[in-house]
């Protein structure tokens, strides 16, 4: 239930508060007061855009504020408009929220049968939805959107999975010569690194093998050195026994000598690994280092990425040859699928014809109560649609005959505005009796129900508006007298002028005012005072 609207610096209204009671609440005042205007604000808080022009001169941003008294709580929304930008914000028990949501929330809130709900009830789409509201087993449309969407996700499945072998096979011939060039290269993880160090040990191995080689060269040439240093050590011996004081220098061409032959020992075996085998020549090293360039220039790739290639190129032939079981296993799945939905189907379309059958009668009763000729004649029409073959989605239209002899017709094709906003009214009282809980119920909203209409007719439209009244909160907006006077709470929406500028302003009339509102509302004089007091009494 709506409890209570604020409205601030929206067009001509400044400050408005409206507390509603349960029941019935009427607007009512004079043309261009601004009573749709209240409603609007209503749509504005429940997702509807709103000009920034609409904010009122002057201030930085309008707000509409409401709180709602649901089962489970209260719940406070406020939506606010800036005058700068345009945008808006919305809150939720004071907390940033989005528009969808409050869109979602909306449903459960509010409807406002005006002229947007009755623009919406000419559409096929909601008059097949009001249909479905109807089969007694509300348990069949969804189980109708969860097997669609199973066997959905079977046709998009094969759908991908004929794309990628389609994609796949047009590249066949491209991708089995990659696959025959890397496998003759046979590239391995971390070869081309690995060749290039052992090539460096190789060339640094032939580098010594030479310097080894000048060394014992110089140690044994024409003039060797061991020979020299021999010679050297023998006349330094004569020399240090009649020289004492080249003793030393003796020693140390002793020590020299000694170390050289030690070094041409060494020299001529050479260091422990210079001479370990090798399973690859130099030569071999450097071929298979060109034939793996090679391999890189033609697949213009790296080696990684090459051995990254080499693993799709196998997966992906390895999907074309597996590819026929996995297309049968999703024929086995879509056929399954299609077969669950066309049972569910059979059954939910079975159990629309007989809802629309048992609705039509229902609607015209409701439609006869509220002044419609005896002869109208409603009935549904249906348009199939199918969702897959052999799986057919019957989807009502309402249609209907005003007059005998005339061809059932859509409602926009002869329905006026009048009719529309009672057919609306009999829509709305037949779905609320459909519901258990009546707490839950949304608020109703109705502008214009009594458009076109009068007489008896009125009559019977304020008695069924009291009855849905009862059931579930309602804010009218009538310029009927006969209409205002069953109201629960009065509210008088008047323009004035304060200093140069207008406001529209928003007063809940006490017992005492309300038959001075339905006397104006009647036409004032004796007529209108004796029309206030009937209705008053």
């Not at 209240?38 to 009122?56: H, S, T």
């Not at 049972?343 to 109560?369: F, G, H, P, W, Y």
């Not at 329905?415 to 809980?437: D, H, I, P, Q, Y």
């Not at 007489?455 to 304020?462: A, E, H, I, K």
Request: net charge negative.
């Amino acid at each position: 239930m709506l409890e209570l609207l604020r409205i601030r610096n929206l067009a001509l209204i400044e400050d408005v508060e409206l507390e509603f009671s349960p029941g019935l609440n009427t607007l009512t005042g004079e043309t261009g007061a601004g009573k749709s205007f209240i409603l609007r604000a209503v749509d504005f808080l429940m997702g509807e855009r709103m000009d920034k022009k609409l904010v009122r001169p002057g201030k930085e941003k309008a707000s509409v504020e409401a709180l709602f008294v649901l089962p489970e709580g209260e719940t406070v929304i406020r939506r606010e408009l800036s005058a700068e930008t345009g945008r808006s914000r919305v809150y939720v028990n004071d907390i940033l929220s989005s528009q969808p949501t409050i869109r979602d929330m909306g449903a459960r809130l509010i409807i406002h049968t005006s002229q947007h709900g009755q623009q919406k009830l000419l559409s096929p789409a909601f008059q097949g939805e009001v249909l479905d509201s109807f089969v007694p087993n509300q348990n069949l449309l969804p189980e109708r959107n969860e097997k669609f969407a199973v066997l959905n996700d079977v046709l998009d499945r094969k759908r991908r999975l004929m794309k990628k072998f389609d994609d796949i096979e047009k590249q066949r011939d491209f991708l089995e010569y990659q696959k025959k060039e890397i496998d003759r290269v046979n590239p391995q993880p971390g070869e081309e690194e690995d060749l290039e160090e052992r090539k460096k040990i190789l060339k640094d191995r032939e580098r010594a093998g030479e310097c080894l080689q000048n060394a014992l060269n110089i140690l044994h040439g024409e003039i060797g050195m061991l020979d020299n240093i021999t010679l050297l050590t023998r006349e330094m011996e004569i020399i240090a026994r009649l020289f004492p004081g080249f003793d030393e220098d003796r020693e140390a061409i002793e020590g020299l000598r000694i170390r050289l032959h030690d070094l041409d020992s060494r020299l001529r075996r050479g260091p422990d690994d210079l001479n370990d085998d090798e399973v690859m020549s130099l030569d071999d090293i450097e071929s298979r280092l060109y034939d793996l360039a090679k391999l890189k220039r033609k697949l213009r790739r790296g080696l990684n990425e090459i051995m990254g290639l080499k693993a799709e190129i196998d997966e992906n032939l390895s999907f074309l040859d597996a590819c026929a079981l996995d297309l049968k296993s999703l024929r086995r799945e879509e056929e399954a699928a299609a077969k669950g939905l066309k049972a569910t189907l059979t059954t939910l379309n079975r159990a629309r014809q007989k809802a629309a059958k048992e609705l039509s009668i229902r609607i015209v009763d409701e439609l006869t109560d509220l002044g419609f000729s005896e002869h109208v004649k409603v009935h549904f029409e249906f348009d199939t649609r199918e969702l897959y073959p052999g799986c057919e989605d019957m989807r009502g239209r309402l249609m209907w005959v005003p007059n005998p002899g005339q061809h059932p017709q859509p409602l926009d094709k002869i329905a006026s505005g009048g009719e529309l906003s009672r057919f609306l009214l009999a829509l709305v009282t037949l779905r609320g009796n459909n519901e258990k809980n009546h707490d839950s119920l949304p608020s109703l909203i109705f502008d214009e129900v009594d458009a076109g209409i009068g007489g008896l007719t009125l009559n019977s439209v304020g008695a069924k508006l009291r009855t849905l009244a009862d059931r579930q909160q309602m804010l009218l907006i009538t310029h009927w007298p006969q209409l205002a006077g069953l109201a629960d709470r009065h509210f008088l929406i008047m323009k004035e002028v304060v200093s140069g500028e207008t406001y529209t302003r928003c007063n809940r009339l006490e017992p005492g005012q309300i038959k001075g509102e339905l006397s104006r509302m009647a036409g004032g004089g004796e007529q209108g005072e004796a029309l206030a007091d009937k209705l008053v009494k």
